[in-house]
């Protein structure tokens, strides 16, 4: 029988040599870390897919909260993007995150970088939110996107908030968020 003691060094060993490999892979080719990465481009073809029909859809609603004042989407826009790495660090940039955020919408807008010749708005889809504050996207291909959407309070003291979330569509099934 082998002491399990012995084995504690080999397993040290491994494990530096593993760090070491993946603190290389760049130089040798392999992914960047994420902190290493530059900014990324915009690029058409990393919209593609999103321009297909699909099955698949998202079902959402706003029942956003600041304490006790509830937020509403009545009959605002809700914009969804998809996600390529440029609309990834896209929305980093605007809402400092590329999962979920509320933040000011004047803070949105002036974190909002110039760019010139970026059209990507042929593969935003849009739809508007009920006087329940739900909304719908339907036709939608298997893949992440971004839904966006202001929302403001339904009685007392509050002011405006941009909403933006993360869903993926799988399985051409309808996907439910809620912000």
Known sequence: M?????????????????????????????????????PERFRAEDFAWSADAGRGGISGRVAYRQGKVGYSCARATVVLTPETPWTRQRMRILYGSSEAAAEPPEAVRARTPSEPGQDY???????????????????????????????????????????????????????PIEF
Not at 9 to 20: C, K, Q
Not at 132 to 147: I, R, V
């Open 2 to 38: 082998v002491n399990r003691m012995s084995r504690i060094p080999t397993y040290f060993a491994l494990a530096g040599a593993a760090i070491t490999l993946a603190a290389c892979a760049s130089e040798l080719g392999g992914p960047a870390p994420p902190h290493a990465s530059g």
């Open 121 to 175: 708005s042929a593969y935003v889809r849009r739809t508007t939110c009920d006087a329940a504050s739900h909304f719908a996207f339907n036709g939608l291909p298997d893949g992440a996107w971004y839904a966006i959407t202001i929302a403001k309070p339904t009685s007392g003291p509050g002011s405006t908030v941009a909403l933006m979330k993360r869903v993926t569509t799988r399985n051409g099934r309808v996907t």
